[in-house]
């Protein structure tokens, strides 16, 4: 109620002061329920988030399909080359921490915080690395298969220039 008399002194009448009380209320007020109401930019549609992961994960995987057969083509006797990836996941963000360890007695404590950047409303984290997807098989078709040596030198090269095991290749002739 001393607010109230001071600005009954400042704006000269009871009046006056009620209506700027008043006003004043009903900003807090709105500033409250702003609080409320959900952040549109920090919650991503489902198309959104999942969108550039498939995305990029095809892009990886059309990209190596191209370049393993333009590469088993060179194989003495492959003939045509088509050339069919599997990946296991998308591409996988290594965030940037820091952290302490702080060691008492019988006691290892450790503290680990990621590290942000941006300001106040881009402000998101950093992003270390960037871990292209995992190859989890290929199928290989060619006309050249017909023969056991081409075969196992298709197997052998894929296996190689993927780094995954023969067991999850497949070399098949091509009609």
């Not at 009871?14 to 004043?24: D, F, N, P």
């Not at 006797?77 to 965030?95: C, H, M, N, Q, W």
């Not at 915080?113 to 995992?134: A, D, H, Q």
């Amino acid at each position: 109620m001393k607010a109230v008399k001071i600005l009954e002194k400042l704006l000269g009448s009871k009046r006056s002061a009620a209506v700027v009380m008043l006003l004043g209320t009903a900003g807090l007020l709105l500033i409250m329920i702003t609080s409320f109401l959900p952040d549109k930019k920090q919650q991503p549609t489902q198309e959104t988030s999942t969108s550039p992961v498939s995305a990029a994960s095809a892009g990886y995987c059309r990209s190596t399909e191209q370049k393993l057969r333009e590469f088993l083509r060179h194989i003495d006797g492959a003939g045509e080359v088509e050339v069919y990836l599997t990946v296991g996941s998308g591409e996988r963000y290594i965030y940037a921490s820091e952290g302490k360890r702080s060691t008492s007695e019988n006691r290892t404590e450790e503290e680990k915080k990621y590290v942000m950047t941006g300001g106040s409303s881009t402000r998101g984290p950093l992003i270390e690395t960037v871990e292209t997807p995992e190859i989890t098989g290929a199928v290989i078709v060619c006309t050249g298969c017909g023969s056991p040596a081409v075969e196992e030198r298709i197997y052998k090269a894929a296996s190689a220039a993927l780094g995954i095991p023969t067991a999850k290749i497949y070399v098949t002739k091509m009609r």
